[in-house]
């Protein structure tokens, strides 16, 4: 695993750097679709991406699970109140999607930080325990099953930006933290950013 740390610009190329200080290489462009303090470090020294920095990206827990199990829900997609759950979506009703039954669980940020050292076992068993509470569902025995930590879950408010694109140095940046807090945003940021680059 290679992590990229630093671009120094010099004869009109941009140099990149890993965290070991060996030299990955030269080149024309770099876009950073990372998080924006991941970088705002990259980029440090470019005047157009100090304000990076400042952009607050909320964490919260991701629960997955597939079933071989049959069940009727009458959402794709519910945001619970008054829960450990910000949000549960059924992944396997958007189309093309194979025929095992997918569920995505999110829990709220202010209940992630709280519990942001707790065992990834327990947050699932909890998640599992409020999503049967909400929706009647129910699995011991999932095909998959699985918990991830989001530390930069979702943006606490957006840059209005489509991207930001620095002519003189040859780097860019795109992301959802541009427009929004979710999947669209951080699609529409990208290819708008594409866009303008092969239409240059």
């Known amino acids: 695993e290679i992590t990229a740390q630093r671009v120094i610009r010099k004869e009109q190329m941009n140099f990149l750097y890993d965290d070991k200080g060996n030299k990955l290489g030269g080149f024309d462009l770099v876009i950073s679709t990372a998080p924006p303090k991941q970088t705002a470090e990259l980029f440090k020294g470019y005047l157009e991406f100090e304000l990076l920095s400042k952009i607050e990206m909320k964490a919260h827990f991701a ?3 597939i079933s071989s199990k049959k069940y009727d829900f009458d959402f794709t997609e519910l945001n ?5 759950l ?5 992944n396997s009703a958007k ?3 194979d025929d095992a039954l997918a569920i995505i669980l999110h829990t709220n940020f202010k ?8 065992n990834r076992v327990e947050i699932t068993n909890l998640a599992l325990r409020e999503l049967e509470a909400q929706t009647g569902f129910k699995d011991d025995n999932p095909i998959y099953l699985a918990c991830h930590r989001w530390l930069y879950g979702r943006v606490i408010e957006p840059l209005n930006r489509d991207f930001i694109f620095d002519q003189e140095n040859m780097l860019a940046c795109a992301g959802d933290y541009m427009l ?8 529409l940021s990208s ?3 594409a866009e303008f680059i092969s239409n240059r």
């Open 63 to 65: 629960v997955m699970l």
């Open 86 to 90: 910000n949000w549960i979506g059924i």
């Open 95 to 97: 189309p093309k999607r």
């Open 180 to 187: 929004g807090d979710n999947i669209e945003a951080a699609f």
């Open 111 to 118: 209940w992630s930080l709280k519990h942001a050292e707790m």
């Open 191 to 193: 290819t708008r950013l």
């Open 80 to 84: 619970p109140q008054d829960s450990m």
